[in-house]
């Protein structure tokens, strides 16, 4: 099949700093060029101090939408049309759409993990769900479980006021979903673990180059029924989930995620589902 730039060809890019290890690029062109899409995807390297002349330079050049990455996920908010209301609640878009002149925002992370575990076979309806970390994995994850309406999340933290923070979020979004904030101790996370169905790492404690880290040390602290996920994904099988796998346990990497909130992203500006099962990824 041909693919090539043509005359009519969409573009479609990731804003952030740095962007050159992102895999979004890779992972959008080979969708266009299975489906026999007319769109590019490039990204480019923007700092802070040019964000505003940067979207204003996507909105002259017609772009179709963009990813956008760290740091400017909150900061790029004020610059938009629209934020749909998840990622306003998240407080941070990932992905805008370009449509009418107008630039909307969206924060598909959280559905893109909740479709990664749907994918595995792995249902959240009823479940108790623990979560150690705070910061912006954490929060869109959060807040998309209870929008799906899982009955109860813990959230622990080293810095207990961004666990609060999400967790008020959510009671006075999603008053159905009993949200608890818990500092983060070796003890308080073994005691939450013992009734708790899937478990969250979201804290960066195991990525590359820290590898040796894991969030959880003690393998004891995992009981064979749990899920564990890990955000993570780079490396694909983290030191937790290395010993969550010896424990008996299912467990999730990240690439599911980042694959899924890319997916999403892709049907909201082509309107056509991402062939996910056709593009190869390496998941193991
Ligand atoms: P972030 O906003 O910087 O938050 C980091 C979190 O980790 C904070 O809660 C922080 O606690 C905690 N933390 C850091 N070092 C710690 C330590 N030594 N001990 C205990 N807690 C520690 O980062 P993020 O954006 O949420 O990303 C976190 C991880 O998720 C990264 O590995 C990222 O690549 C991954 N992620 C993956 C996807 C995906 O699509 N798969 C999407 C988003 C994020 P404090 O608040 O106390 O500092």
Known sequence: MNHWITGNTQLICL????????????IHNA???????????????VREDKLEVGINALRTLNVK?????MPHKQAVLPLLDEVMPEAQMIGAVNMVLHENGRLIGYNTDGIGYVQA???????ISG?????????????????????????EIVILNRTLDK??????????????CKAEAVPLTERGLSQQLMEADIFVNSTA????????????EDPRMLHRELVVTDLIYNPRKTKLLQMAEEAGCKAVNGLGMLIRQGAAAFKIWTGVDMPVEALLFDRK
């Open 15 to 26: 804003i952030g700093h740095p962007v050159s290890h992102s895999i979004s690029p890779a």
């Open 31 to 45: 969708a266009f060029f299975h489906l026999g899409l007319d769109y590019a995807y490039l990204a480019f390297d």
């Open 65 to 69: 939408g963009f990813n956008v990455t």
């Open 117 to 123: 575990l749907a994918e595995e076979g792995i249902s």
């Open 127 to 151: 479940k108790r769900i623990v979560i150690a970390g705070a910061g912006g994995g954490a929060r869109s994850v959060a807040i998309r479980l209870a929008l799906e309406g899982v009955p």
């Open 163 to 176: 666990a609060e923070e999400i967790c008020s979020m959510i009671r006075k979004n999603v008053p159905s």
């Open 205 to 216: 404690l195991g990525m590359h180059p820290y590898e040796d880290k894991s969030i959880i």
